[in-house]
Every structure is written in C-alpha cells, then in structure tokens.
C-alpha cells in the first residue's frame, strides 16, 4: 500500500540558507501535518492543512512557511536557517472522514544546518 | 486540547506483560484515546484507539474506566522489538475541517530486557 513520501531524506544547508521539505500524502488523504523533532525530544506539532487550506499552527517559527497544493501534496518551506532547526521533520496524512484518529506518518527528512 | 501525563520510562524482560497508564483528567466527551509507537529515526506509527471500555486488536489492548480520565495500554509479552517510545494522545476524530488536532505530549520510552 502506498504510504506518506518525504523528499529527500536527508539535507545538508549552511546557516543562513534556505531549505524547502516535500511531503506526498496517501492518496485520498485530505489532511497533512508537519512536525519537527530534535534529537532526543518528542515530535512537535508545526503547521496542519485540510482540502488545501491550512486548518491549523502550532510553534512554527516565522521563518516557515509551509501550503498545500491542488494535487495534496505538502511543502514546507525554511528560511535563514539556523544551528537550532536541525532535526527530524516529519509529515503526516489522515482521511478527514470520521472514523479514525490515525495519522500516518512518512520516514522523515533529516536536516542537518552546518 | 486535553493534557496527557504519562511515566517517561518503563523497563520490561520479554514475554511479560506491559501496561502503560496515560491520566487525561481534562477529557472532552468528543475526545478519542489513541496510542502511538515511535522507534528512534522513523515516525511515529498508530497501534490503536478506544473511546470507552476496552478496545483489542493484533497488537494491543487498551483500557478506559467509566470516567475517561486515564487509559491504559496493555502490550502482551513484550519482545526486544517493542522497544520504543510510546505516545499517548487525546483528540476529536478526524471528520474533517481539520478538526483532528495531533499533538503529542512526553511519551514513554520503553526498555525490554532481555
């Protein structure tokens, strides 16, 4: 079964860079979150979208943006970089009907700012 | 969003027996229970949801008294893979209108002894 695809899996950037995280929902699903994820922290929540329109924020610096496009897929967007958003970035997908609280998650984006 | 309190680390030998308890003394009535397992380096991953009582599936089971203000997961004879981080989160069902909030809190790492 197709799951949730993250490009690429890992990313190397200098400080002061910029770097853009792609996310690729199971087909049919109509919502994607993003999270960050220090080493030895727990997943925070950044940004969420449903049917295209972000739904809803949690601590996602200025310096991001993220938008979901007409074909579902998800991109975040990182700008001047910094030392401190090195981390795991992860995406996640969920059908908006009703039945389930599941979410799934894809393998993760590595970055690495140098 | 209901804040979850659950022990940050619990040892096990294999083949016991594991319950790990989550208090959400703030619950609303819409609010599902749903866990989650995490290895190190790859995202989070459903194992299950309740609502009330007692909910099983292949993998786990979980428990909510009458109140909903805990649950507890209950993971049958543990083996060395199920070393992981466990999440517990509190939240409406997916049912669109991104009214699916995904937020996690501290989990629990779990050890599995040999």
């Known amino acids: 079964a197709a799951g949730v695809i993250q490009s690429p899996r890992h990313l190397i950037k200098e400080k002061r860079e910029t770097a853009t995280l792609k996310c690729y929902p199971i087909?049919?699903?109509?919502?994607v979150y993003w999270y960050q994820q220090g080493p030895g922290q727990d997943p925070q929540f950044l940004i969420s979208?449903?049917?295209?329109?972000?739904?809803d924020k949690g601590s996602i610096p200025d310096r991001f943006s993220a938008q979901q496009f007409s074909d579902y897929h998800s991109e975040l967007n990182m700008s001047s970089l910094e030392l401190g958003d090195s981390a795991l970035y992860f995406c996640?997908?969920?059908?908006?009907?009703?039945?389930?609280?599941?979410?799934?998650f894809g393998q993760g984006t590595r970055l690495t700012v140098v | 969003l209901a804040k979850t309190t659950q022990p940050i680390s619990m040892d096990s030998y294999e083949g016991q027996e594991v319950n790990i308890t989550c208090s959400h003394n703030?619950?609303?009535?819409?609010?599902?229970i749903t866990w989650y397992q995490q290895f190190p380096s790859q995202g989070p991953r459903f194992i299950i949801q309740g609502y009330k009582t007692k909910v099983t599936n292949e993998v786990a089971s979980l428990f909510i008294p009458a109140d909903r203000k805990s649950s507890t997961l209950s993971l049958p004879r543990v083996s060395l893979s199920d070393t992981a981080v466990y999440y517990c989160l509190v939240g409406d069902r997916d049912s669109g209108a991104g009214s699916y909030q995904l937020t996690f809190g501290k989990g629990t790492k779990l050890s599995v002894i040999p």
């Open positions: 703030n619950i609303a009535t819409n609010d599902y």
């Open positions: 996640a997908s969920s059908l908006g009907d009703g039945l389930s609280t599941e979410a799934f």
């Open positions: 087909p049919r699903h109509d919502t």
């Open positions: 979208f449903y049917e295209k329109m972000q739904s």
